[in-house]
């Protein structure tokens, strides 16, 4: 038998050329979202920072509790010592002036600086005597305030321990140390001529004490308390063991 399927030799072949693939559709790129540019691998993460220990924590609240309460002390004690000063002369200086008149220059001399001296009565200024030592005593009491907050926040062990013993400790130190600033910025009235230049050195002189005290008593306050702050740990935890 013949095979019908077969092509007839008088029908010449054609030839079959392959279907070409249509042009694939050109997609857009998408931007990348938020999370997948968020996402990064584990060598370009960043490394979290060391969570602080227990000592360095303390420290640094020691540094800020003293950079802050000492300035305050020093000024509510300042305003404090303004009504103080003015009690003084009134009482205790007047009473010296007229008797060192009285044995140098005579009575005359004596009743002219007691009268004069009984111009500056504390009775004249006690409004202003009272609103400064309010003042002052608000801000000596703020300046604990603080110290203590600060310090128990920080973890620090016995707060209110430190912090009274620091506060005197802190305040006489900045007291020396501020005298020290003044004698030398009182040392620019030596090179003054005339009364323009001791005005003009005068200006330089306070604005570099302010200055500098100011500076001298935040570092003192950050250095008391901290070495303070050390001293009742160590005087302190063997105890509680």
Avoid: C, Y
């Avoid at 600086?113 to 200024?125: C, E, K, V």
């Avoid at 305040?171 to 003044?182: M, P």
């Amino acid at each position: 038998m013949s095979d019908t399927t077969a092509t007839s030799p008088s029908e010449p072949t054609r030839p079959t050329t392959p279907a070409l693939d249509a042009p694939a559709a050109a997609v857009p790129a998408r931007p990348a979202s938020p999370a997948a540019k968020a996402v990064r691998t584990p060598t370009e993460a960043a490394t979290p920072a060391a969570p602080l220990t227990p000592e360095r924590r303390a420290q640094r609240g020691a540094i800020v509790a003293g950079a802050i309460a000492l300035p305050l002390v020093t000024a509510g004690l300042a305003l404090l010592a303004v009504p103080l000063a003015i009690w003084q002369l009134a009482t205790i200086v007047k009473t010296i002036v007229v008797v060192i008149a009285n044995a140098v220059a005579g009575t005359s001399a004596a009743s002219d600086a007691n009268a004069t001296l009984a111009s500056i009565d504390p009775d004249a200024m006690s409004g202003l005597t009272i609103a400064l030592a309010i003042v002052g005593a608000v801000l000596v009491v703020a300046g604990a305030l603080v110290s203590v907050l600060v310090l128990r926040a920080h973890g620090v062990h016995r707060p209110a321990m430190a912090t009274t013993i620091a506060m005197p400790m802190g305040v006489v130190v900045a007291s020396i140390v501020a005298a020290t600033i003044g004698a030398v910025g009182g040392l620019l009235f030596g090179t003054s001529d005339s009364l323009s230049q001791v005005l003009g050195n005068a200006a330089i002189a306070i604005a570099l004490t302010a200055i500098g005290s100011g500076a001298a008593t935040v570092a003192t306050g950050a250095l008391v308390w901290l070495w303070m702050v050390r001293i009742v740990r160590e005087r302190t935890e063997p105890a509680a063991d």
